[in-house]
């Protein structure tokens, strides 16, 4: 892609370089505050998302608590900038696509008229910007950091002409639509082979390898029919609870619907671990399983390692006549996980599995020699699955890569798409 044909100094040092003609202007010039504030409450409660931007409280992928009363909302109208204060640092601003209702902690903003407020969206998203925006937020700690309009007011810009920034709008619309269109196809995709990879492992695990074996009734209906051969057997005879404590040196674990469980520290999201109380920590031995507070969700995981985990979680110990990996793809499984969700007691946040219950229900058992080749089977065929899988995510993650630094490059002038036209006024 080709750059200007010429550069000059911004004369601001985090900027640096911009185009010739173009020039830096403080936010202050650009935008307005609307002060406005709802007197009846009557309107569309509208709430920020990172991923689809401002839009009703009630298409949100989760509902927060809605107020008991929208007096004092502060009011937006079509083409607002909204900016969430509190999120600054994640370049949560979007334009509103609705008239309505947002909370106290957003700002509303209306242009002056110098500036197209699309061209403002894609570029304040951008690192350089969001990095500006962290080091002026104030607050008493993270999390609570806010970023005030004086102080977005008083940052400078990058400012071309007005039709050249309504040019760049248009580029951005066709290619990053194009990017995104194309991301989607990937990751539909992507979720087709998760769901053949799911639904073989749930065929294998519950069916067999062997299409022509006699089946029989098993006269459990999560399990329905089964190879005449294999057993049924109770939970609570195949699995013996650890109870083990007072074990302060062994590594701090983590149940992950992803991974497993693994060590804290291995985890992406890690959690700050309080080294107090270790000693009242349940041990877990690497082939254990762990029944933790999602498990109803997304299974019961396998541990990967020795270590220490949650009293609040249920650690079982499998018998010496089962193959503790084809439990571990058994427990994973679609059908085991719609039994786990009638074994739930609590409600919402609160909702456990009540291993009392899940222990007196049972599972298929095939013959050692069978669980061992439905392991093999599995893994062989996952490796396929996975291996294509991997290929489109780093795919999908290259195009999303792609599109940021795009935008990022046409915005701050690093790219030239939208040439200024003869004559052509700021």
Known sequence: MKKYESYKDSGVGWIGEIPSHWSCVKVKHLLRERVDKSEDGIGEPLSMSQKYGLIPTSQMDVVPNLATSYVGAKCTKIGDMVLNKMKAHLGVFALSAYDGLVSPDYAVYYGTGRADLEYLEYLFKTPIYVSEFIKKTTGVAIGFNRLYTDDLFSIPTHYPPMQEQKRIVDYLKDKTSKIEQYVSARERERELLDSLKQSEIANVVTKGLNPNVRMKDSGIPWIGMIPEHWEIRKIKFLFKERSEKGFPNEPVLCATQKYGVIPQSMYENRVVVVNKGLDGLKLVKKGDFVIS????????????YQGIISAAYTVLMPSKNINPLYVKYLFKSHPFI???????TGIREGQNINYDMLRNNSIMLPPASEQQ???????????KIDSCMADLQAEIDYLKEFKQRLISDVVTGQICVAKPQRGEQQ
């Open 293 to 304: 507070l999602r498990s109803f969700q997304g299974g019961i995981e396998y541990a990967h």
């Open 338 to 344: 719609g039994l786990l969700k009638t074994c739930v």
């Open 373 to 383: 080749a439905i392991v093999d089977y599995i893994e062989a065929k996952l490796s």
